[in-house]
């Protein structure tokens, strides 16, 4: 008995013996075998408790561990890599060996960005395409529908002008990455603009969206700055009348253009008489009368994100327009207390394209438009005027001292001519014939036209005229031109061609004026249309410094065209297009956008009036003045398309 209790005792230690010598589990490497991204890491845990973790890599097969475990392991293999573990717990017998294999996979090229997103669009337009992968290679194609692969090597700008529809797809590729993924675009042709005309009145629509209509009616070239059409609001027109018209793109993403609008040119709009007479200055008149246009509260500010400030200047309130017989609408003026320093004398009027908080940062283009007229009066003879100026200076409103700084055009017989100063030619520069050699591009003689008729127009239908310039000791006015609007008593009257000083052509009774007869010697007094555009890149600083030639580096002004009368003056013919970022056909005529504390301010215009010198005098001021009539300033995203109708 005593021997079978022994028995049973050793069998009991024996069991228990074999019950606590289990094998340790088997370790869990985390990161499964697979291709990846490297660098990467992985971890390795055991669920036996107190368990002791080896590993071991290998470039490939498998390996037997012999690294202790104690932190996450680091992978970077060349091609492959096998990382290998096992573990053993006190008591237990060694786990099984687990490998993980891992091997290298190319990162991915990042997918191409067709700049142009789908939609309807006036054609033709264009597109750019562009990938974030350093070194990338972007292919694309185009298809009418569907989709295709691309095979053509992108090199730049693609010209897109599809019959109806048409789709462009691009990818890429770049060393050391796989492939993109393919993007495609689709775009539709679109009608710019359609028009309807029922019971003497016009409609216009687009349907593009974020486009608005612009349009003219005295046969020049619907642009930005020309009369925006409301939707919604027909046009009342006659029989026979030519409206050209444009689709600008006034939004882009979340961003919107700014269009300040004073309409028609018509002696009704006429803004204000101008001296240069400083010690009349001072800030007693009112009812400025333009819509949708301040000349500022004060106080540094600006509604609209447009507005002016004149200083020194002499203001003579409530005259009538000029007229042979004395009679129109009085003109007034509202003028604020803000000085220029150091801008000079004269009138200076500011139209801000960035005034820092509001405006269009964004837009890429902005142009300008306006009507500038003689005054001729008793005491006010144009003759004495020697100066007015186009300007595209940096100017910050929230300066309160304001930054001035440099300008692009002036046209002053002082001066000889027009005048350049910017990135093309630091320092001020003749553009015309009495200047430099290389910059004799603009002859314009800068001279405001007005005179006499040298004959009587006979009849309310008369095209043909013949003027007889004002001279006035060396100064002769200028004669006329095609796309000048002349006054002659209350009439306005479009001369569309001329030759010489005899306007060959018009539209009689403009404006919603009366045509009439009058009477040989009868005064006139001409326009000088004048129009400007000029282009952006926001955020772009490789080409322009502060100084012209040195200096911070600064965004630019692209000087496009300057329009005067119905002569263009078009700078990429005359000086060539640069390529900015990338992207080719910037004009190589430029200004600085100088920067202040406050950031760019990119451009504004400045309206001066100077006299020739011994002209007037504090104690005996000489008044000279010109009216302003139909300012236009839009800064947006370009023309999309134009279209001409007339009217049945």
Partial sequence: MKIFSMLLVLLASLSATALRAQTTATPVITLASGSYTFPSSTTITDSTSGASILWCYVASGSCTPNTSYTAAIYLNPATTETICANATASGDSVSSTVC??????????????????????????????????SGAAILWCYVATGSCTPSTAYTGSIYVDPASAETICANATASGYTASGTA???????????FSYSNGKVTMSTSIVGASIFYTLDGSTATEASIEYIPGNPITVAPGTTINAAAVQMTSGSNTGVAVQNGQATTSDWKTVLSSSESQSAPYVSS??????????GNNTCADGVCGIPTQIGMVPNQPLPSATG????????????????????????????????????????IEDFYIWPQYTASINPANVENWELDMNSWNVAIPTYGYLGASFQCSIIDGGWQYNGQHAPGWTNFSATGFSSMTKINHDCQFPFGTLSAAITSATQQSFTVTPNVTGSVTAATV???MILLVDNEEILCTAA???????????????????????????????????VTFKPGDTSVCKEDGASGTAVECVFIDY??????????????????????????????PAYAYTYGIDRVFDQKQIDVASGIGSTSAPAQVGEYVDRDNVTASFGVLGSQTYVVP
Wanted: charged share 10%; net charge negative.
């Fill in 100 to 133: 993980h294999e891992y091997t290298r996979a190319e990162a991915q090229t990042a997918t191409p960005s067709i700049t142009l997103a789908s939609g309807i669009y006036a054609m033709p337009t264009s597109t750019t395409i562009t990938d974030p992968t």
């Fill in 184 to 194: 495609c675009n689709s775009y539709t042709a679109g009608t710019t603009i359609s």
């Fill in 288 to 297: 400025y009368n333009t819509p949708r246009l301040d000349y500022g509260p």
């Fill in 327 to 366: 009679g129109g609408t009085a003109t007034n003026f509202n003028m604020t207390t803000e000085n220029l320093s150091g801008a000079g004398g004269g009138l200076q009027v500011l139209w801000p394209y960035d005034t820092g908080t509001v405006g269009c940062d964004s837009c890429t283009t902005m």
């Fill in 481 to 483: 031109e095609p796309g």
């Fill in 562 to 591: 300057l329009i005067v009368n119905n002569v263009k003056y078009d700078f990429h013919a005359i000086y060539g297009t640069q390529t900015v970022g990338g992207v080719p056909g910037y004009s190589a005529l430029t200004v």
């Fill in 499 to 533: 030759s010489g000083n005899t306007c060959t052509a018009s539209q009689r009774g403009w404006a919603g004026t009366a045509p009439a007869t009058h009477a040989a010697g009868a005064l006139y007094s001409g326009s000088v249309h004048v129009q400007y555009h």
